[in-house]
């Protein structure tokens, strides 16, 4: 099972300001104790926890699943499967 990467980069940097890594072995049992508001959040960027779940579990899923540019914000976010 793949683990799930967050990265999130700030002003065009090329290396990452916060990196979050999520286990892939405790990815589901992790996703039931994500606050709500962080998967409200995930959901309005069309981000689906459960789809990510499924991916993580396909031997053959691996890499970037999104990129978000957040251009107020001057902010990237990419997940991925590692």
């Given at each position: 099972?793949?683990?799930l990467k967050?990265?999130?980069?700030?002003?065009?940097e090329?290396?990452?300001e916060t990196?979050?890594t999520?286990?892939?072995?405790?990815?589901?049992?992790?996703?039931?104790?994500i606050?709500?508001q962080a998967?409200?959040?995930?959901?309005?960027?069309?981000?689906?926890?459960?789809e990510?779940?499924?991916?993580?579990?396909n031997?053959?899923?691996?890499g970037t699943?999104?990129?978000?540019?957040?251009?107020?914000?001057?902010?990237?976010i990419?997940?991925?499967?590692?």
């Amino acid at each position: 099972m793949a683990d799930l990467k967050i990265r999130v980069y700030k002003g065009g940097e090329s290396d990452p300001e916060t990196t979050v890594t999520v286990p892939g072995g405790i990815l589901r049992i992790a996703s039931k104790i994500i606050p709500k508001q962080a998967t409200d959040a995930l959901q309005e960027k069309g981000i689906e926890l459960d789809e990510i779940i499924t991916l993580s579990e396909n031997p053959d899923a691996r890499g970037t699943l999104v990129e978000v540019e957040e251009h107020k914000k001057n902010e990237r976010i990419v997940i991925a499967l590692e």
